[in-house]
């Protein structure tokens, strides 16, 4: 069962494990399997006469597993295929052994979600309160501060949060060690999910704490400490701390485990007896984990994104302002995976407004649509920083409302406001997931029409936004239609 969905799914499995070896924060995923199967062996003496049997609900469950991963590997969602992945691998192991094995197998078996490199959805959320907790401690303590979005300055030196400083490895770290202590140390439920709560709040305080105390570290020794090497090994020092204070406060609510006879319970068939009744459902599994891949190359055959720029889409209607290369902000977007792209400018009567329409293509080319890795700004960029990011409303072409997300970049030399927004065929919009459900729906129907990726940027004085947001939306009326 294992090989043949590994076999199957091969390329979302490989993906899985790419992820695990270049992320630190994902590799804890090599040794999730290895557990699961020594959690399931060290307990061995309470499945040694349960008996097999065929699940159609498991079955069910494969099936549901298959469907989202075919909707998901069309539409290039990455994490959904793993989830589905792994959705498929316990339904069917619930199809072959049946419901009473997998209700006693159940937490060795769940488990297996944590292969899934899951959680960078939470950054740039864990990010902001890092740095919103650092910047309120440093204020109770009566020191002075200033911030600027992820950007912090005492009157020692500047700090910054970045994705490192988020505390996302210490919160995944802490949750699967959280889990395993959980199940091997408590029988009773209400325990156990009082110490997997605790062991998820925790890390999330605590790296707020070590986030204060390596900017305090910094501060009092004159910028000396804790701004090189040294931050990330007290990180893990104070994490290391954490996790046992963690345990040995679980430890005084520790239960002792009970073991169950078995010895006096009815004695089990011959093993070919024993699986026999097993073989159509295994056959029916096969059959099943193996027509999945087949459905999505049939349908990957029909699609037809095309990977250029329509020329009414860059035409400005009605506009006095001439089209022309953009100015040289020091700036430009730039993304992964691009197949068409179009950079251009226009003078508005308050400044010039730029524009760049990029066309991703099928998408796989090693880029998407819509990729958390397209930003504007990466981390620790030597001359940009990201200063604020929200959505706003805006007016489209064709009198309708919507949403763009708005970006303020800043530099020593200028500043500029960004807006972005996705146009999957003839509809606009901000959200991520409504971009992937219009991509969906293109895909099933093979419509070639083009999706893309469309910034306005211009120059800003200041955080006076008020007059760059009025030249944004007069730009945006009269062209991306």
Known sequence: MTLVCVGAFFSTWASIVEIWSRSETFTHGFLVAPISIWLIWSRRHCYRNLQPESAWLGLLVTAIGGFVWLVAKLVHVLVLEQWAVVTILIGGYWALLGG?????????????????????????????????????????????????????????????????????????????????????????????????????????????????????????????????VDHIIYGWLFFGLIMLLLFYAGSFWADQETIVDTSSEQSMPEPMTRYQGLLPMIAVVVIGLIAWPIVFRSLAARQAVAAAIPDQIVTLRGSGGAVQSPPDWGWRPTFNGVMAEVKNAVDDPSGTVAMYFANFGDESQGGELVNSQNFLVPQKHKVWRMASERAVQVDWPDGTS???????????????????????????????????????????????????????????????LVEGRARLQRVLAVCCQ
């Not at 919009?429 to 991509?439: C, F, H, L, N, V």
């Open 100 to 228: 009473s094995v997998i209700k006693k197998m159940l937490f060795p078996i769940l488990f297996l979600y944590l292969m899934v490199p899951f959680g960078e959805a939470f950054i740039p959320w864990m990010m902001e309160y890092t740095a919103s907790f650092v910047v309120w401690m440093i204020r109770l303590t009566g020191m002075s501060v200033y911030r600027d979005g992820m950007f912090f300055m005492l009157t020692s030196g500047s700090w910054s949060v970045v994705e490192g400083c988020s505390g996302l490895r210490y919160l995944i770290a802490s949750l699967t060690l959280g889990l395993v202590y959980a199940y091997l140390n408590f029988r009773n439920l209400r325990k156990r999910t009082l110490f997997i709560i605790a062991s998820f709040l925790t890390p999330i305080l605590a790296n707020g704490l070590r986030a204060y105390m390596i900017v305090m570290i910094g501060h009092f020794s004159g910028m000396k400490l804790a701004v090189g």
């Open 402 to 464: 919507g949403e763009v997300v708005e970006s303020l970049l800043k530099s020593e030399a200028r500043n500029l406001l960004v807006y972005r927004w996705y146009r999957v065929g003839n509809f606009n919009t901000a959200s991520d997931y409504r971009a992937k459900w219009w991509q969906l729906l293109k895909r099933l129907t093979g419509d070639a029409d083009p999706e893309m990726l469309i910034v306005l940027y211009t120059e800003v004085i200041g955080d006076d």
